[in-house]
């Protein structure tokens, strides 16, 4: 593994478990600073990942001219991560479609409900700056109407600039399908393997690194999410 020097420019873990700024390292970049739309300022992608971006959003718009695509979450490091994670597990952030999670006495199943769309932090995809979220997280918003024409324009193309959907339908386990969600492979694939090989080197101290609220109970699920993608995300 490149450890301070290449792809990283920080200790491998600290990378793709999160525990580090994007606003300071200086393979990020602020999309603000880029064509890319966003939802609200002070988003960051990897630099190689919002260059292939903006490109893939130029030539969707020579198709499509009227529609726009924006994005509405980049780069999340472990401590954001761990918010989303912790206010889903003490029932501050209500969990669509589903009963008070304050309910569930068992911590498994209350875990592997936030498991449905949220990741456990040390885990995201969202940590490396190579995957993002468009427009509407609502699958709905992507069967009808302009958020179609998004999604199949991106199935057919999305390819050719690096992207693919890690979160597709039709796989027996891991979270459930994310038609906005995108990744670029390029780099997400050798982050994706350096993920696996420190999990498999530090099973016993894992968690011990990475603190959060139910760790102790959903951790060994981990590696399931983690490498439960679409085959043409590895």
Not at 69 to 97: C, D, H, L, M, P
Not at 102 to 119: A, F, M, R, T, V
Not at 184 to 196: A, G, H, R
Request: hydrophobic letters at 30%.
């Amino acid at each position: 593994m490149s450890e301070e020097t290449g792809i990283y420019m920080i200790p491998v873990f600290n990378y793709v478990t999160g525990k580090f700024e994007p606003s300071r390292h200086p393979l990020f970049i602020n999309l603000d600073k880029t064509d890319i739309p966003v939802s609200r300022k002070g988003q960051y992608l990897r630099k190689e990942a919002a260059d292939s971006l903006s490109l893939m959003l130029k030539d969707f718009h020579k198709d499509h001219p009227g529609i726009k695509i924006s994005v509405i979450s980049a780069t999340r490091n472990f401590n954001s991560q761990k918010g989303i994670w912790e206010e889903k597990w003490t029932g501050r952030r209500k969990i669509t479609g589903t009963p008070s999670i304050n309910e569930i006495k068992d911590p498994l199943k209350k875990g592997e409900l936030i498991l449905q769309y949220s990741s456990m932090p040390g885990t995201s995809r969202h940590h490396w700056g190579t995957d993002f979220d468009i427009n509407q997280l609502n699958n709905e918003y992507y069967n009808k109407g302009e958020g179609k024409i998004i999604y199949n324009w991106l199935v057919k193309n999305a390819s050719k600039y690096g992207f693919c959907q890690p979160y597709t339908a039709g796989r027996d386990t891991g979270y459930k399908e994310e038609k906005g969600h995108w990744s670029y492979l390029p780099l997400s694939k050798q982050f994706l393997t350096d993920w696996n090989d420190l999990y498999a080197g530090m099973n016993s101290v894992f968690w011990k690194e990475l603190s959060f609220k139910g760790a102790e109970h959903v951790g060994h699920l981990a590696p399931i999410y983690v490498n439960s993608i679409n085959s043409e995300c590895k």
